[in-house]
């Protein structure tokens, strides 16, 4: 038996832009997704995935990998397991993915480069869902904290430590949120609105690469200034929501260094980013408002071969 894992993200900035081809900022989260993978006799494929909200992800993985590396087999058996809680958007669909192509070609002795378990993975996830710029399928390889653009271009790879001096909280506000539905939403208002839309895409676009080089130098207000910069566009861009904007204004009132929405929007989590030694004042800030604390940690390795 090989079990192959792969973890789940968190957008520090430049949602929604990235699906336009602007940059992003991803980190790698301390939930990840393990695949467990064996060859069997019986001509069958089994799947055991409680954990997968969606094990059509699984379904495509395989026939993508075993598409790609010409791969014959007699039976497999495939059982999940994760310590990803479903309801805060980490990604588990992304990780699933991931693990599973990178376990059918460590299984089946296939070489495979970073390059291609990319285009295969976020083929499998265009399949299921769509939409998607693939950021979350990037931080399942890569790990860390990158610098991302859509179709697999890692622009950079930060040296950003946000577990030590710094730290990074988040907050659920209690609402799932449907990522393909709100990222259409904003495809239709492009239609309709293109100029006001592309000119906040070029803003967060610029803010993304200013908090890159503030963060390269460890000037944290100053990243946390653009990030709350980049929730006012998110706000304009109409994803925002009153639970979000009352936990991100509570987190900066208690003096964190910035804070904003992270994802898609429209519920699920928002981000603070804070001095470690305030991260208990913030943290009770958030709470006090009704937002869900997530204990979670970033900046984490990507892909692995667990046994
Ligand atoms: O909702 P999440 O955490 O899956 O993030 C979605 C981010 C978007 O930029 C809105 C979509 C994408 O695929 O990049």
Redesign the pocket.
Known sequence: MLTVSAPGKL?LMG??A??YGYPCIVTAVSERLSVSIEETQDEKITIDAPQVKDTRFVDQAIIEGCKAWNITHHGLRLTTHSNFSNCY?F?SSSAVTVATLYAIATLFKQSLDTKMLFDLAYQTVLAIQGV??G??IAAAIYGGTIVYTKGGKILDQLAWDLNNDVSLVVGYTGMK?D?PT??KEIAKKKEEQPERVNRIFEAIAKLVMQAKTAGDKKDWETVGKFMNFNQEYLRDLGVSTEKLEVMIHAANKAGAYGAKL???GGG?CMIALTLTEKKKIIEQAIISVGGIVVPVSIHTEGVRIEQ
């Open positions: 957008m949602e929604h990235v699906v958007g990604g998607g710029s950021f979350d949120a990522t709100i990222v992270s994802g898609a699920d």
